[in-house]
């Protein structure tokens, strides 16, 4: 797995930054606020906010950070899904986790309909899920 330096960030100011994105436009292969975000431009628009360099493509973020399993994600470490072909088991979709309670997972992410918005682990995405990858050491 490949680290990433979070500095001094705190995973809350992550997910504060990027809820106040809630709403720009979808736009493919676009990471500005103006044009509108995909799923990896928004999390690379987020992360760089606060200096912050990750992967720019989806697909990078397979094997980025430290893999934790769902039930003890917290906000500010990334979800990953496949794309539209669940069955591909290929990261195709990236959100960052805003919430976890008693596992009732909610993220914020790009999405292609809806642009960004916070959405739950619904019969959509259950069955797209492919991993929760942590960013931001333990305890910050």
């Not at 309670?101 to 019969?123: C, E, L, P, Q």
């Amino acid at each position: 797995s490949s680290s990433i330096d979070t500095k001094n960030v705190m995973p809350e100011d992550l997910v504060t930054f990027a809820e106040t994105l809630l709403g720009t436009k979808y736009r493919y292969g676009s990471e500005s606020p103006e044009r509108g975000f995909d799923c990896s431009g928004f999390v690379n628009y987020v992360f760089k906010h606060f200096n912050l360099s990750v992967p720019r493509i989806t697909i990078d973020f397979t094997n980025a950070g430290q893999e934790v399993p769902i039930a003890e994600s917290q906000p500010g470490d990334l979800i990953l899904f496949t794309g539209s072909d669940a069955k591909s088991g290929v990261v195709g979709h990236i959100g960052i986790i805003t919430e976890n309670n008693n596992g009732d997972v909610k993220f914020i992410h790009a999405s292609t309909s809806r642009g960004v918005v916070i959405s739950g682990m619904n019969s959509y995405f259950l069955p797209r899920f492919v991993k929760v990858n942590r960013f931001f050491p333990e305890g910050r």
